[in-house]
């Protein structure tokens, strides 16, 4: 019923007479992701999250776990992985399924394949981020593919955030210590410039340890309840220069480079290897060296003005290369004898693209009109390679079962075409504001088979070039009841095409007697949102309350039984392999209610002046409908409450924090998961900040003040046969950093 009112509603975003786009308060916090234009928070029919570069301070934040640590209903997982953090899970949601986006440029593709590969999507330096946006819901309808549950932006630091012609110069110098890895971190901004040209440099780095347990024992094998050791770095570097030669015409250009090296031993993978065909294997050591790196090179041109019919431009055009290696020695005794081998694993993706944006403003009887509208054109190339050996105590190469080295999925390049179209319509004396919004996308996916492929997947069916298109819809409507009182509801379609490797997945194993096969049918997952929300502000604070409904369509199973092979058990009888294939199948149901506000204590006393109360509760129960079972990718009930103190004088502060998260046990668990259950848990952590002068300032945290043991729910995915107490979060641990700023 929703799509044809949008589509109505934009068949009145007519040009007429121009108007000038509506300017934000300053002191607002402005958010750009819900709208792609810049509004206050109070201004968007959404619930979005800004978290700003001081919070980050503030907050000891040193990764994108960390950035999350008080956004009840958002989570990263990852605790207790050789391969560090994942993606960003939203209203129980995630993976590639929620865009990550760094100045408007997706992140990587998280990629898998059996123990040895796990590309991730941990490719930001906090240090380098102005701001991070977080859109709850789908949000297709402006940023396209994979916005199926939400979108995490990311917008790096700025010169013009430093430097103008009053103030040319800028330096800051950070220092941090964690004490749960046992991490230095530095990091230099440099900013120099005036209103005519003006560039910036931030430069980061951090060297640490694993992130401790509260596992009371050692060891090895599978029993080890301490972390596996890791010796972590990681080197960022972050430049933009601006150049504005006319007023309201400005050049940038931008590169960032991510690199980060872990080398681990993985003690827990130490011990008797059980399973497969053969007798068991007694692994004796098993280490690992794992790469990743990211750079990205941007060249931008945005114009703004008051006047004329076009009103804004922001036209960008960027490179991007991604690459995870990883490579994993072991030394293993089989009842032949003993063996080394070795694993090298690489996933590499490349993205080059360009958008337009423009945006006209004008008015259409007593309304006014805020249209942006453009285009988004990118193509992504994706390689993955796995390769290996294994040698007797001679040095002689012994036999693989599975031919090395292999491809898990064609070379594959991705086209993307988009256009799309919102009109931010504001009416009734301001008090309305409605907001429909739509996008077309044009994909297709061309295979290149080439000869390390096909050695690797020996009678796998022959990979097919695929393609699909998709419209999403979006409508927003914003009602100011009051000074004080305003509502909202918002419909919003995600869509996430079918990955190239479900499509095209290849794998053979001859003596295992099973294969994948490809499945260019497969058709895009996809969603809609409706939520519902009411904001009060007043001297006493605002609380933001929001209710909302997502149902989600053709989720792809990876690796099902082939359906074409049902009535033989699943096997193919040309060749008696056992063949599973990704098929469209689940459908997906999530409820959630939300609420978070601040209660300005200082309205009540003059003797609570600088005191306030900053509070945000999350609960979501989700169903796959399908099989009738608890979605294990809902995060738990998250309740946080923070008493904030800041000083009338503003030099100094603090925050004592309170998260409380529900357990979860067998009945909010899928039964063919065999997922650990948790217990809930209460921690406690203190925030504090001291100004020594306009130029320094020290920033301290202490973290689970109560030593409490816990296991967060995201993590439990990854636990299988170990002991859970390395899946535990570190127990009171502390962390400083010091700014100095010139």
């Known amino acids: 019923m929703v799509r044809p009112l949008a589509m109505l509603i934009l068949a009145f975003a007519v040009p007429a007479q121009a108007a000038a786009s509506e300017p934000a308060p300053a002191e607002e916090t402005i958010t750009v992701v819900g709208t792609r234009t810049e509004r206050t928070l109070e201004q968007v029919g959404a619930t979005i999250s800004v978290i700003s570069e001081e919070e980050i301070e503030r907050q000891i934040v040193r990764d994108i776990a960390d950035l999350v640590r008080y956004e009840p209903g958002v989570s990263v997982s990852g605790t207790g992985s050789r391969f560090g953090l994942s993606g960003f899970n939203i209203r129980g949601i995630e993976g590639n399924r929620v865009l990550t986006i760094v100045d408007g440029v997706r992140v990587a593709d998280e990629f898998s394949f059996g123990p040895f590969l796990s590309s991730r999507r941990d490719f930001v330096d906090v240090d380098s981020v102005a701001v991070v946006e977080i859109a709850r819901g789908p949000i297709s309808s402006l940023y396209g593919s994979d916005a199926l549950g939400g979108v995490v932006s990311f917008t790096t630091k700025g010169p013009q955030s430093y430097v103008n012609a009053d103030n040319p110069f800028y330096a800051g110098l950070n220092a941090g210590y964690s004490s749960d890895d046992s991490s230095f971190a530095t990091s230099a901004t440099l900013a120099a410039g005036n209103d005519l040209i003006a560039g910036v440099l931030t430069l980061t780095r951090r060297e640490g340890d694993e992130t401790e347990t509260q596992g009371s024992s050692g060891g090895v094998a599978a029993a080890r ?9 990681t080197n960022s570097l972050a430049a933009k220069i601006r150049f504005a030669p006319w007023e309201n015409h400005s050049f940038d250009v931008a590169y960032d480079l991510y690199e980060q090296e872990t080398d681990a031993q993985i003690l827990s993978d130490y011990g008797l290897l059980l399973g497969g065909f053969g007798p068991p294997t007694l692994i004796n050591s098993r280490n690992a060296f794992d790469e990743r790196e990211r750079d990205k090179l941007t060249l931008g041109y945005q114009y703004n003005a008051e006047e004329g019919f076009l009103n804004r431009v922001d036209l960008k055009v960027y490179r991007q290369t991604s690459e995870s290696n990883q490579l994993t020695n072991e030394a293993r005794t089989p009842v032949s004898g003993p063996q080394t081998r070795f694993r090298y694993s690489e996933f590499e993706q490349e993205i080059d693209g360009a958008y337009l944006q423009l945006g006209s403003d004008f008015n259409v009887g007593n309304s006014t009109h805020a249209v942006t509208y453009g285009v988004d054109y990118y193509v992504i190339d994706s390689v993955s390679l796995r390769n290996g050996g294994t040698f007797d105590a001679a040095g002689v190469p012994q036999f693989e079962f599975s031919p090395l080295p292999t491809r898990d999925f064609p070379i594959t390049e991705v086209t993307q075409t988009a256009f799309f179209i919102q009109d931010e319509i504001v009416m009734l004396d301001e008090k309305l504001r409605l907001t429909p ?23 796998t069916t022959a990979p097919e070039d695929y393609d699909d298109s998709e419209v999403t ?16 509801t918002r419909y919003s379609e995600g869509f996430r095409a079918p990955p190239y490797d479900d499509v095209n997945v290849g794998f053979t194993n001859p003596l295992g007697g099973y294969k994948t096969i490809s499945n260019p049918d497969l058709v895009s997952e996809t969603s809609q949102g409706l939520e519902v929300g009411i904001r009060f502000q007043g001297e006493f604070g605002d609380v933001n309350l929001a209710v909302y409904r997502n149902e989600y369509e053709d989720f792809i199973e990876s690796l099902a039984i082939a359906p074409e092979f049902l009535p033989f058990g699943g096997i193919d009888p040309a060749d008696g392999f056992l063949t599973f294939q990704s098929i469209n199948r689940a459908e997906v149901e999530i409820d959630g209610i939300e609420l978070n506000g601040y209660l300005e204590l200082g309205a009540f006393s003059d003797a609570l002046d600088g005191f306030g109360v900053r509070y945000a509760v999350a609960y979501a129960d989700g169903e796959d409908t399908d099989a009738d079972e608890p979605l294990d990718t809902i995060n738990p009930l998250t309740g946080v409450i923070g008493l904030v103190y800041d000083a009338p004088e503003r030099n100094w502060g603090g925050q004592l924090v309170v998260t409380v998260v529900e357990g979860k046990d067998g009945s909010d668990i899928s039964s063919a998961s065999g997922r650990l259950e948790t217990s809930g848990y209460g921690i406690v952590d203190l925030l504090a900040y001291y100004d020594f002068t306009e130029h320094v300032s020290l920033n301290l945290g202490l973290f689970n003040l109560a030593d409490k043991e816990y296991i967060r729910w995201a993590d439990t995915v990854s636990i299988g046969g170990d002991a859970p ?14 700014k100095v700023t010139f």
Do not use: C, H, I, M
């Open 437 to 459: 919004g739509l996008r077309y996308d044009r994909f297709d996916a061309d295979t290149e088979v080439d000869a390390v492929y096909l050695a690797g997947n020996p009678g």
């Open 725 to 738: 107490e390395r899946f535990t979060q570190p127990g009171f641990n502390a962390g400083a950093t010091l």
């Open 225 to 233: 309840q301490e972390a596996d050791p890791q010796e972590n770095e």
């Open 473 to 488: 819809l979006s409508f927003a409507a914003l009602y100011q009841f009051s000074d004080n009182v305003s509502g909202f």
